[in-house]
């Protein structure tokens, strides 16, 4: 029996341990996606001064440890957007200001969730309108977890 229990507690840890993309409320998860060392994915919302789109590029690095933000790219100048030599190189393509190579490492990111702002998560070429999914106002956290600590939220 013991040679039988043993095989399946690590097959079911190991599936239980497999790491995730999530976006999740204090109650739900709205989002997940299974996790890939180097996967590439995007936020894009509606800045609240300029009310034009922003676009925020993600690499999942070290690991799938951390979340890296390689560039952001944003329609108008102004309050709260980078555009200093040192926020990263700076171009303009397809009606966009867009700085690349940030190398901004976070363990998580979060976004406050709001209609005018329309946060949605961009992977693998389809959009995740979170907004249409999380509660006004609330608070979203985009991490990499284990699916066990999913099944928890």
Do not use: C, N
């Amino acid at each position: 029996m013991l040679v039988l229990f043993l095989p399946a507690t690590v097959l079911g840890w190991r599936y239980a341990s497999e790491e995730y993309l999530v976006a999740y409320t204090d109650d739900k998860v709205v989002f997940s996606v299974k996790a890939e060392e180097g996967m590439r994915f995007a936020t894009r919302f509606i800045h609240s001064v300029h009310r034009a789109p922003v676009i925020d590029r993600y690499i999942l690095a070290d690991g799938k440890k951390k979340i890296v933000q390689v560039s952001t790219a944003y329609q108008a100048y102004g309050v709260g957007m980078p555009f200093l030599p040192e926020d990263g190189t700076f171009v303009q393509k397809d009606g966009f200001f867009e700085l690349t190579d940030l190398d901004l490492a976070f363990r998580s990111v979060d976004y406050r969730v709001g209609r005018e702002a329309q946060f949605t998560i961009l992977f693998d070429e389809k959009e995740y309108p979170i907004y249409q999914l999380a509660p006004q106002g609330a608070l979203v956290h985009l991490a990499v977890e284990p699916r066990y600590r999913i099944w928890l939220k």
